[in-house]
């Protein structure tokens, strides 16, 4: 399984983008999708994640403001980012859960500026 992660940029602090994820077959075997992303000097952190029944998971500092979804007859998942603030610079990497296996895809890069 290869993900294509693509959609990121640079934005100015209040605008909107929308990341993709592609993936190579299938998503419909997946346990559930999502997106991390990881800032300069910091931890990578958990975005949002949507499981094959639908349910939705935000953290704390995007909710609201950004939307997961998935496309299963195109195999891609998405990430609606509105009001982007500065504090959302990071690369951001799609991922993919079956059994016991994550597959990640290469990251894409997000820039808000102040």
């Known amino acids: 399984v290869q993900l294509q992660a693509s959609g990121g940029g640079l934005v100015q602090a209040g605008g909107s983008l929308r990341l993709s994820c592609a993936a190579s077959?299938?998503?419909?075997?997946?346990?559930?999708m999502g997106w991390h992303r990881q800032a300069p000097g910091k931890q990578r952190e958990l975005v949002a994640s949507i499981t094959s029944a639908g349910s939705t998971n935000y953290a704390d500092s995007v909710t609201g403001r950004f939307t997961i979804s998935q496309d299963n007859a195109k195999n891609t998942m998405y990430l609606q980012m509105v009001s982007l603030k500065p504090e959302d610079t990071a690369v951001y990497y799609c991922?993919?859960?079956?059994?016991?296996?994550?597959?990640w895809g290469q990251g894409t890069l997000v820039t808000v500026s102040s």
């Open positions: 077959g299938s998503i419909s075997s997946f346990r559930s």
């Open positions: 991922f993919a859960s079956r059994l016991s296996r994550t597959y």
